[in-house]
């Protein structure tokens, strides 16, 4: 009955509850409370010993006395077997039900204890009342030394007392004392329940001030994760950023200087590679901040990964035949059945991540061969496998590779990067419930891994997915456009016009939405462009008052340049634009946008990126 008590008590019925939890560790608190005051217990008994054998010396039932004794030793080992037991499995001290009964048995031994003297005092002549008196005290003490936990309370105070009363009341000279016993044990009794109550309310302080502690603690680890991430971040925008921006400046100040030859087409191209490093840099910084679970939106759906990792390795064919790179694919014939499923995960992310295990192969192989393999693993899950004959990596080396704003100097002296591939492809795998791995031999080469899971029953889309282009060719229009630009940034207008004229575009630019919207009054326009934020006039408040104008012009195509908010782009959608696009902006981006702006019908606002 009292093991059952005790877990009913205190095993919690539900332990994802919070009510559960705060039981559990209130339990937990009150066991190692009574642990606190088993030695204090034993000194009590012990102390009462010597009193106990001077009363027990007038008994004339000598066998029954040296019982009492054998039943005290019996007690200490037992308390003593337990307090050790606690100590030699620090691993069972979280078994609430457990640990309650072993201290309800140990309680119960001595109320066995109690009842035994009781007997012995029955039958001691002058010496009963005595013997009596002293085991109702024992049983008081055994009340208070239970206090702390409610089961023992309730099932240790009633049974250590039964017998020592039993015997005051049985006898009618006795009665009185046994009355005024009663009295007393119950008053104890009350106290230790107050005193439970009290317990409990520490208890629950305890919890509180765990819990604020375990928040201070989090909130320092994050504080200094948050402080580690903005010296990486200030460092890759002084090395990386700072030295590209240089290069370039340089070589743009030489093409634009008087008196000097024109630049070459090869100090051009090292500008532009420099440039496209720098956005790579870039965009690889604000993927890392913002791949945080709470901060990242996924949208998994069924993929077609054999097409999506051909497509990838095309993207990369140039830059591997520059190199003299054999760039190789293999796809098992069992990963491409229809009928065995697909992976089901964000596209967008998963192309990501190819790109940057493949990216980084071609990066950093100086000779040899790349090979993308995708093959089944097991029954559930498929693994893409990148091998290269590259620079390798030792285990050490491998580990370092993965953390984020690390860099291996023995491999990467001379090559752009912010050192987040690596470390940013595993966080989006893990998003995804997939797994990023490697393999690597220093002067052998490496093998990166990207296990995802397969869900059979998913099915691909009959229409193939649009896959953005390799490159950013010119796709030119049907007809020549006017297009009036509101940018207030003097570089992105540039840029804007750049893209339009190589569309066969003619651009007029305004500075601000509203001299966009006064131009558009007296211009002949056939699209208009709005960025997001200007002065004088958002661009949402420039496409609403457009819109408001009578005629043609208030019917004309509007595409809003944003740079990826999504209360900005809804802004927009209230105000009646066509078409959002998203910074920064392509050539295909560009005329994606367009087309999408100038068809006849527009059944839904689309955000282009």
Known sequence: MAPALASAAFAPANPTSQTAAADRSAALQALDAQNALLPYALIFFGVSLPIFAWACSYAADRAWMSASFAIFAINWAAFYACVDWLKRHPERKGDVALRTRIHILGGLLWAAALAQISALGMGAGVAGEAILLFAAGGAAACVFFSAPNIAGLLIVGPAASAAPLIALFADA???????????????????????????????????????????????????????????????????????????????????????????????????????????????????????????????????????????????????????????????????????????????????????????????????????????????????????????????????????????????????????????????????????????????????????????????????????EPVADTPIRPTRALRVLIAEDDPLNAAMLRTVLEQLGHQALHAHDGRRAFELAQICDVDLIMLDGHMPEMDGHEAARAIRALPGAIGRAPIVAVIGGDAEEAEAFRNAGVDEVLRKPVNVASVARAIAAATREEQPRLRVVS
């Open 173 to 467: 000279n006795t009665r009185p004392m046994g009355q005024v016993m009663m009295a007393a044990i119950a008053l104890v009794m009350a106290l230790s329940l107050i005193l439970n109550r009290l317990f409990r309310s520490l208890f629950a302080l305890a919890d509180e001030r765990e819990v604020l502690v375990e928040e201070r603690a989090r909130s320092l680890d994050e504080a200094e994760r948050l402080a580690q991430a903005k010296s990486d971040l200030v460092t890759t925008l002084s090395h990386e950023i700072r030295n590209g921006l240089t290069g370039v400046a340089h070589v743009l100040a030489a093409a634009g200087a008087s008196g000097r030859a024109a630049s070459t087409r090869e100090q051009l191209n090292a500008a532009l590679g420099s440039a496209q490093d720098l956005i790579a840099v870039l965009n690889a910084t604000l993927d890392t901040v913002s791949s945080e679970p709470e901060d990242l939106k996924l949208e998994p759906r069924p993929l077609d990964l054999p097409a999506m990792a051909r497509d990838v390795v095309q993207q990369f064919r140039p830059q591997a035949a520059a190199k003299g790179l054999e760039l190789a694919v293999h796809v098992d014939d069992a990963v491409c059945d229809p009928a065995a499923g697909a992976v089901v995960a964000d596209a967008t992310r998963t192309r990501q991540i190819l790109a940057n295990l493949v990216g980084n192969a071609v990066k950093y192989t100086m000779r040899g061969r790349i090979e993308l393999r995708l093959e089944p693993l097991g029954a559930d899950r498929v693994r893409l496998e990148i091998a290269d004959t590259g620079p390798g990596l030792s285990a050490d080396e491998l580990e370092v590779a993965f953390q984020p704003f690390q860099r291996i100097s023995r491999t990467g002296a001379g090559i752009p990067g912010a050192g987040l591939g690596l470390s940013l492809s595993r966080r989006l795998a893990h998003l995804m419930h997939s797994e990023v791995s490697a393999e690597s031999a220093v002067g052998v080469g490496s093998c990166f891994r990207l296990d995802m899971p397969v869900d059979h029953a998913a099915r691909l889309d009959p229409a193939p997915a649009t896959l």
